[in-house]
């Protein structure tokens, strides 16, 4: 059985349900993590009772010695991991603009979205090294390219979707722009272990109350995508962003 670990399954709504799900589906063991660990089990539970092979454990992207307690007890139990989806992310006061931000607040995010998922990507590397076909998919979004049409730095706001103007998203879009980064570099520093790492961004998505009346897609849809690249062959793409699959403008 293959193992895959998911980041960032707290909530029974959130993406990271999804994919620890098409993931189990799909006869891989998942192991999902949340910052309560309380809420990890109990989605643990729910999908173990579907029949499903899932076990729960602690990470808090802002608190690195969690981090490496979770890689050590999972290298004890799964010296093998197959795929990592970082999928764990932070969005704060969206409404800022860039003289207002709390800068503060800033890092919180860029510690929570770009650090902390570097910090996991180092701490699981060797088990995924010894998988022989290590598969990373960083979870981004089209807030943090240049030139995606809804939106992109470039584009948003003032582009397609007029109702959302007033959230311009800066600093949640500057840790993308960085993670994308992240992703490029490391695609390069881990091609010799055969791990193949790419961004997605799995497109507005109804993970919020709301969201669906300003045009956010059910997480059916979007998961599509970051199952897609969970389960590339070994010639599949390296080094990428991708939306459903099909490239998307950096
Ligand atoms: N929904 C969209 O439209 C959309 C669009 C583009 C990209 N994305 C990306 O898709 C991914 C999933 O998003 P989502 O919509 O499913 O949002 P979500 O439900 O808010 O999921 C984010 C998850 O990250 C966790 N998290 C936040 N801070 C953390 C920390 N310090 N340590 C560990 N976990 C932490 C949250 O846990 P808590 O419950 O404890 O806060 C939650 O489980 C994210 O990377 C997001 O940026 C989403």
């Given amino acids: 059985m293959k193992t895959a670990l998911v980041t960032g399954v707290s909530t029974k709504v959130g993406l990271g349900y999804a994919i620890a799900e098409a993931l189990g589906k799909q006869d891989y063991h998942v192991i999902i993590s949340a910052r ?86 180092q701490e699981f590397y060797k088990m995924l090294v010894a998988s022989g076909h290590g598969r990373i998919v960083n979870v981004s ?40 980064g992240l992703t490029i570099k490391m695609s390069k520093d881990f091609k010799a272990d055969n791990i193949l790492v790419n961004a997605v961004c799995p497109g507005f998505t109804a993970t919020r109350a709301g969201s669906a009346d300003f045009g956010a897609r059910p997480v059916s849809e979007s998961v599509k995508g970051i199952v897609w690249a969970a389960t590339l062959p070994d010639d599949g793409p390296n080094g990428g962003f991708f939306r459903d699959g099909a490239p998307l403008p950096w």
Avoid: C
Avoid at 40 to 69: F, H, P, V
Avoid at 86 to 100: R, V
Avoid at 145 to 166: N, R
């Fill in 36 to 121: 309560k660990l309380e809420q990890a089990e109990t989605i643990a539970r729910e999908l173990n009772s579907q029949g499903l092979s899932i076990s729960a454990i602690r990470i808090d992207l802002l608190d690195r010695k969690s981090i490496a307690e979770a890689a050590s007890q999972v290298n004890k139990k799964h010296p093998v991991l197959d795929v990592l989806v970082n999928n764990a992310a932070l969005m704060l006061d969206g409404s800022a603009t860039t003289l207002e931000k709390d800068l503060d607040e800033f890092n919180i995010e860029f510690q929570t979205n770009v650090t902390g998922t570097w910090s996991v990507t």
């Fill in 141 to 180: 979004s089209g807030a943090g390219s240049f030139t995606d049409p809804d939106f992109g730095l470039v584009h948003f706001p003032g582009a397609a979707l007029k109702l959302l103007d007033p959230y311009p998203l800066t600093p949640y879009a500057i840790t993308k722009l960085a993670l994308n």
